[in-house]
């Protein structure tokens, strides 16, 4: 009975430390919780032990998911399968670095950047793989080399904005759901402040980091301006003491397009890839199903998104919060 006792005390601690490294039930995705959360908790727990940083996990993934693209280029099923494992693989590990930073509380800007980072890196080793690889595989684009690296530049600035839109609902939607300390939201002008703040010559590296990244939430922000309205509202009107009636109501509405912002990050994309090289053997698909389906996604996602902000800021501005 004792020893009973023992092994569900560990089970049960098990299970609450894992739940601790989860960013929130809202924002995490079925496939992920069932297999790659898990993966990436006993990789965070190896790590721990053994010292490792999250970037370092980071850094090992961007290793891997390179090596997945370079499996993609060969016209040879069981090179390809090889590829999606080491995808799979750089994945978890991917999972694994945001969990170790989380249960390790190892938070920096410079690992956000990193973990945005890396998965670009995957997926341009993957794009360059399959134009290569159909350049010399397909008659139409042996005919025709340029075309499909074009279609791939189109995709991949798709696909950035895709990833970019998707990460920042879902952290304005933490902030709202467990306030600063459980989200990752940056302003552009506080970036911007300190950038100013930092000097070239003894902060090259940092400044430089620090310039990519503002840039890239000037985007967010720009493609946003019915959040930012509310954003500035809420501000005026409250500093940083936003009312739990307005975080519960936000949430409600907000929560729904969670899913989106889960389809446009990676797994759905990794079975789309997958079904195009493994079944379909047909890499180029990939790139009409980025440029189809996710866009008319990511241009809904951001419709709705931007209604409810809007409806938000009116209900700010009547004073429904005070």
Known sequence: MAEGNKTADRKGGFMSGYKA??????????????FYRPIGY????????LGI?????????????????????????????????????ADSFDSADGQLARMTKQYSRLGRILDGVS????????????????????????SHHWVIWVVAVVTGLC?????????????????????????????ASLLWDKFHSLSWRK??????VLMFYTNYTVGQEKRTPQMQKLRNALRERFGNKIPQKFRDEFRVLS???????????????????FAAILIFRMPWLYFAFELTALNILLV??????????????NAVETGDYD
């Open 119 to 142: 998965g670009d890196i995957w997926f341009f080793a993957i794009y360059v793989a399959i134009c290569l690889r159909e350049n010399v595989t397909s008659e139409f684009f042996m």
């Open 21 to 34: 490294t989860l960013k929130s039930m809202d924002t995490e995705e079925t496939f992920d919780l069932i």
């Open 53 to 89: 940083t999250p970037n370092v996990i980071t850094i090992a993934s961007i290793f891997l998911g390179v090596a997945s693209g370079i499996c993609f280029y060969y016209n040879n099923v069981w090179i390809n399968i090889a590829g999606a494992l080491l995808l799979i693989w």
């Open 203 to 208: 902060n090259f590296f940092q400044k430089l």
């Open 42 to 49: 006993m990789w965070a727990l190896l790590a721990k032990k």
């Open 300 to 313: 809904y996602m951001m419709w709705r998104h931007e209604r409810i902000c809007k409806r938000m800021y």
């Open 255 to 273: 929560k729904p397009l969670m899913k989106y912002t889960n389809i446009l990050s990676f797994n759905t994309r990794t079975f789309a890839l």
């Open 159 to 187: 696909h950035a904005v895709q990833a970019a839109m998707a990460d920042y609902y879902r952290q304005f939607h933490l902030y709202f759901l467990k306030g600063e300390d459980g989200s990752e939201l940056e302003r």
